[in-house]
């Protein structure tokens, strides 16, 4: 390893010195990918990306992925989203209202979720808008024995509906986000060997269990989750750039104000796993 980098807490983060002029180098690319695998979240302290340079890097680290483009009428989506409420910017305001619940990006459409999200931040909120991140693979294994038992095989429905339930009633979502749901295991076998769980704000309903059952499971697991010792919570500075694997983590922002100014850009890199 020629990068240098700190280990931000045992479970979960790490502060990687990142040289702008290397981002497109394979060498680097490799050893970055090895860091996220062992850390989940990297953050690269004040690089200032450009969008192109962003770009070429969610390029080196496995291809861009533009999820918004998946909703239907959103084809066009820019390669690079403006996740804002700034008027005039933002025309998906409740769909950025819900970064404010613990969630997995692109768990609703039928692709493999990304591999990992990459976000700078351009303009900060005064108060509020801190990004907090939980190691779902850090909390799957340290569920007790019979706890993983029980979730063997379970499947579990994830909604935009649901993960809008806190601010929005299921009919006044647009009918194109309203359509969007997908199933997958609640536990995740992944590639590497270690397993995560596939929950969070858009989790519905387990398949084949009522309501209430479902819920009891999906908010105990959520709960356990979030506990401190699996999270880590960003302060940005101006132009931070964090860059977290989506295949193992839950994020969400600390609620800021719609007059805020906050803007962060994101790009997100293509998942090469379904969840299975
Ligand atoms: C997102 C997201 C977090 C943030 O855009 O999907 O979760 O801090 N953003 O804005
Ligand atoms: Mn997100």
Same mark, same amino acid.
């Given at each position: ?7 931000? @807490? ?38 200032n990306l450009s969008d192109?340079?962003q770009?070429?890097? @969610? ?19 820019e390669?690079v989203y403006q996740v804002s409420l700034n008027e005039g910017v933002r025309i998906e305001k409740?769909?950025v209202?819900?970064t ?19 976000l700078t931040a351009r303009h900060l909120a005064a108060?509020g808008g801190?990004t ?26 994830? @909604? ?76 940005w500075a101006l132009g931070d750039c964090v ?10 922002v600390?609620?800021y104000a719609t007059d805020s100014g906050r803007m962060m850009h994101r790009t ?9």
């Amino acid at each position: 390893m020629t990068l240098k980098f700190d280990v931000l @807490t045992p479970m979960i983060g790490a502060r990687v010195h990142l040289d702008r002029t290397t981002l497109r180098n394979p060498a680097t690319a490799r050893e970055l990918l090895q860091l996220l695998e062992r850390h989940t979240v990297l953050v690269f302290p004040r690089l200032n990306l450009s969008d192109e340079e962003q770009l070429a890097l @969610t390029g080196a680290l496995g291809g861009n992925v533009n999820i918004a483009a998946r909703i239907a009428g959103r084809e066009n989506a820019e390669a690079v989203y403006q996740v804002s409420l700034n008027e005039g910017v933002r025309i998906e305001k409740e769909y950025v209202l819900g970064t404010f619940f613990w969630h997995m990006d692109g768990l609703t459409v039928d692709i493999p979720p990304p591999k990992a999200t990459v976000l700078t931040a351009r303009h900060l909120a005064a108060a509020g808008g801190q990004t907090e991140f939980a190691s779902t693979k850090a909390a799957y294994a340290a569920l007790p024995a019979e706890e993983k038992a029980g979730l063997e095989g379970l499947r579990v429905v994830h @909604t935009v509906t649901a993960a809008l339930r806190e601010i929005m009633h299921p009919e006044d979502v647009d009918a194109a986000r309203r359509a969007l749901r997908h199933e997958h295991p609640l536990v995740w076998a992944r590639a590497d060997g270690t397993k995560s769980l596939v929950i969070g704000a858009t989790a519905d309903l387990i398949t084949g269990k009522s309501q209430a059952e479902s819920r009891a499971i999906l908010s105990r697991l959520l709960e356990w989750t979030v506990q401190p010792a699996f999270t880590y919570r960003h302060s940005w500075a101006l132009g931070d750039c964090v860059v977290w694997d989506n295949t193992c983590a839950l994020h969400r922002v600390i609620p800021y104000a719609t007059d805020s100014g906050r803007m962060m850009h994101r790009t997100a890199i293509a998942g090469t796993e379904p969840v299975t």
